[in-house]
């Protein structure tokens, strides 16, 4: 194995590591990431998420292809929303530079659990946000929060 491709592993297993850091620090303190957002912020657990999915697919709202995406959303977080106490849920899809194809998921996904009934709101979280992550979000109205900052979709 040559140091180029040393190198390029462990970049690469960096950034894996980087990524999973961050989707487990947005999951473990939604209060504080999403608090701008929302209150009383609580990450779904699985059981919780599967329950409101089970209950939609035996009424007919979701199928079974609809479920296996909304699982891969990186967090689900059940809030009040600050401006009329609505319970909303956040889909968030987190990564350390959020690009178009974080923000198409991020709202693919909440899309995808409205039909189950709810209020959805799709939401990307990083570090930073590309020029074309920004354009994206803005374009599809997907909310961004970058190192606990929120930004409205509608912002710039």
Do not use: C, M
């Amino acid at each position: 194995q040559t140091l180029g491709d040393r190198a390029y592993t462990l970049t690469t297993d960096v950034g894996e590591l980087k990524g999973s850091d961050l989707e487990r620090r947005y999951r473990e303190r939604p209060f504080a990431y999403f608090q701008r957002l929302i209150r009383q912020a609580h990450t779904l657990s699985g059981d919780e998420l599967n329950a409101i999915l089970d209950t939609a697919v035996t009424a007919g709202q979701l199928t079974e292809e609809d479920v296996d995406e909304i699982v891969w959303a990186d967090a689900i977080v059940r809030g009040r929303r600050r401006e009329d106490d609505q319970e909303v849920f956040l889909v968030v899809q987190s990564s350390w530079g959020v690009d178009p194809y974080d923000v198409q998921r991020a709202e693919r996904r909440a899309k995808l659990l409205a039909k189950a009934g709810v209020i959805t709101l799709p939401v990307v979280a990083g570090v930073w946000v590309t020029p074309d992550g920004e354009v994206a979000a803005r374009a599809i109205k997907v909310w961004r929060v970058t190192n606990g900052r929120v930004v409205a979709p509608e912002q710039s």
